[in-house]
Nanobody
Framework: QVQLQESGGGLVQAGGSLRLSCSAS????????MGWFRQAPGKERDFVAR????????YYADSVKGRFTISRDNAKNTVYLQMNNLKPDDSAVYYC????????????????WGQGTQVTVSS
């Protein structure tokens, strides 16, 4: 079992930056591929970024490629999402998730989810 807790959200002006963190409980964090998803009001939960178990590979949604960077520190049981050049369309609740079986962009393949952190980008 893994428990996830996001932090680092907030209000930022367009063009600004935020770094989200997701801390995981348990001693098997490195056994999970990790992903970030986001959900805006009235919309479906969308994939943002994912990273492999060891952190050697990453993958991004086209909408954030070149602006967002996912990373992880297995020694600290933490995954990060550095978000630069933020746009109002990036406003959403951001969730981190853990997958024990697949490295995927499909939300339904992730076993564990955090409660989310709100990111609001003003124009």
């Amino acid at each position: 079992q893994v428990q996830l807790q996001e932090s680092g959200g907030g209000l930022v002006q367009a063009g600004g930056s935020l770094r989200l963190s997701c801390s995981a409980s348990g001693r098997t964090f490195s056994s999970y591929a990790m992903g970030w998803f986001r959900q805006a009001p009235g919309k479906e939960r969308d994939f943002v970024a994912r990273i492999t178990w060891g952190g050697d590979s990453t993958y991004y949604a086209d909408s954030v490629k070149g602006r967002f960077t996912i990373s992880r520190d297995n020694a600290k049981n933490t995954v990060y999402l550095q978000m630069n050049n933020l746009k109002p369309d990036d406003s959403a609740v951001y969730y981190c998730a853990a997958s024990g079986s697949a490295w995927t962009s499909s939300a339904n393949r992730y076993n564990y989810w955090g409660q989310g952190t709100q990111v609001t980008v003003s124009s």
